[in-house]
Structure formats: structure tokens, C-alpha cells
């Protein structure tokens, strides 16, 4: 199974654009997206091309293979505009015998991990990528699709039970 693992688009059509074409090209089974879908936030300037009403056309029309979480800047009315659900705060996932537990990451995150005894607990909210291992749980973070704060767009592609980053030129 192959899977796109994307996180933190905060209503920037380009930089969703970007992850549709990626997502064309890499035909991935699921599209995990792990929360701030929409909404940009209080503490995010906006991103380029802040549009979430064409943002969500695009992930509508994904529907069928979206697995999504909520991020913090998440709201009712994004679960109301969105055809699939969004509003759970974790998902498990078990993907070519790898266990994985999806969150965003502002309750539960690689410092307050869940009970989780292996596999990977994936997370975004940081808008940093992340690859490490803490007590025995790999903790993997797509960093960000439009608002990244390590210097580079990205999601992650999970594929043959191997993840790799994905990473946009600007």
C-alpha cells in the first residue's frame, strides 16, 4: 500500500495544487492528512495564495482516499464545507504490518506520547520535519505543505514499509 502523508495546508490553494500533482503522479492507495487543513491560524501569516475555498474542491474531489485528523485550526464549519470526516483528534492505521497512530500533534506529540508500545506515531503541527526514534516509537512529521518553519515544503510518501520525504522547490 502507498500512502501520501501531508499535513498543515492552511487554506493555500498553490501549495495544495502542488500536493494534488504530487498526488496525480504518485497514485497513492490513502491520502493521510494530518490536520489545519483550511484555516491559516492566529499565529501563521498567511500563506501564498491563502484561498481556502478553492482548497476545498480540490481535497473534495480526493474524498474516497482522504484519511484526515483534526488539527488545532480546525471548526465545526470546516467538518460542514469538507465531504469526508476531519474532526477526529487521532486515527490508527496498520499499513504493511506497520502500526500507526495519526494525530496532529498539539495534544499528543513525540515529548507526550501516547501509550503505544512500537510502530509509528505520525504528527504534523510543528510545521518541522522529523524522523526519530523515542522509546522504542518512531516519530515521523511530514512537516509542512504551505507554511514550513524548517525552510522546506513537504509531506512524506510511505510506500514498500519504507518512508521517504517528499520536498518542493519554491
Known amino acids: 500500500m502507498k500512502l501520501i502523508i501531508a499535513s498543515d495546508i492552511h487554506g493555500s490553494a498553490y501549495w495544495c495544487s502542488k500536493l494534488c500533482a504530487l498526488i496525480e503522479a504518485e497514485q497513492p492507495d490513502k491520502i493521510v492528512l494530518l490536520g489545519d487543513l483550511l484555516y491559516h491560524g492566529p ?10 475555498k478553492q482548497v476545498i474542491p480540490m481535497l473534495s ?6 484519511l484526515a485528523v483534526r488539527g488545532n485550526c480546525e471548526a465545526e464549519v470546516d467538518q460542514m464545507v469538507l465531504p469526508f470526516p476531519c474532526m477526529a483528534d ?15 500533534g498539539h495534544h499528543a506529540n513525540p515529548d507526550q506520547l501516547p501509550p503505544l508500545s512500537g510502530g509509528v506515531f505520525l504528527s504534523g503541527h510543528t510545521h518541522v520535519k522529523l524522523d526519530k526514534l523515542v522509546n ?6 511530514p512537516g509542512s505543505v504551505s507554511i514550513p ?18 520536498i518542493w522547490e519554491d
Request: hydrophobic share 35%; aromatic share 10%; net charge negative.
Open 43 to 52: 499565529r501563521n501569516d498567511l500563506p501564498r495564495d491563502y484561498a481556502p
Open 61 to 66: 474531489d480526493l474524498k474516497d482516499r482522504i
Open 90 to 104: 487521532y486515527a490508527l492505521l496498520e499499513c504493511d504490518g506497520v502500526s500507526m497512530y495519526l494525530t496532529h
Open 136 to 141: 522504542g516509537v518512531r516519530c515521523l512529521n
Open 149 to 166: 518553519k524548517d525552510g522546506s515544503h513537504s509531506c512524506l510518501i510511505f510506500e514498500n514499509g519504507a518512508f521517504r520525504f517528499h
